[in-house]
């Protein structure tokens, strides 16, 4: 059974950083396309980082291209997400998500693992 457990999020002044970890127990996340959610209050998960199987290709929505980066550690069985010069409309819920694959989509319904998620809130 594939487990998904984030770890990071908290609060932090605009322009600050955070990075948000998601390490896998059941499963080896290289074999794993992965990518990184957040979600407004009364919003849909929105898909904002994808890292493929394949080559660790990434892929990022237009809004966090530049600032936030996706990255797996093989050694840890982990995927990261290092979101840098955060901004008070990053305030989200944040989720990582892994379905096996080479996909870099950012549909939620192409991932059926979820971590539990973690609240980011950027605020001076």
């Known amino acids: 059974q594939v487990q998904l457990v984030q770890s990071g999020g908290g609060l932090v002044q605009p322009g600050g950083s955070l990075r948000l970890s998601c390490a896998a127990t059941g499963a080896t996340l290289v074999n794993y396309a992965c990518a990184w959610f957040r979600q407004f209050p009364g919003k849909e998960r929105e898909g904002i980082a994808a890292?493929?199987?394949?080559?660790?290709?990434?892929y990022y929505i237009d809004s966090v291209d530049g600032r936030f980066t996706i990255s797996r550690d093989p050694a840890k069985n982990s995927v990261y997400l290092q979101m840098n010069n955060l901004k008070p409309e990053d305030t989200a819920v944040y989720y990582c998500?892994?379905?096996?694959?080479?996909?870099?989509?950012?549909?939620?319904?192409?991932?059926?693992?979820w971590g539990q998620g973690a609240q980011v809130t950027v605020s001076a």
């Open positions: 890292i493929s199987s394949k080559d660790d290709d990434t």
């Open positions: 998500a892994a379905t096996v694959g080479i996909t870099m989509a950012t549909m939620a319904s192409a991932y059926d693992k």
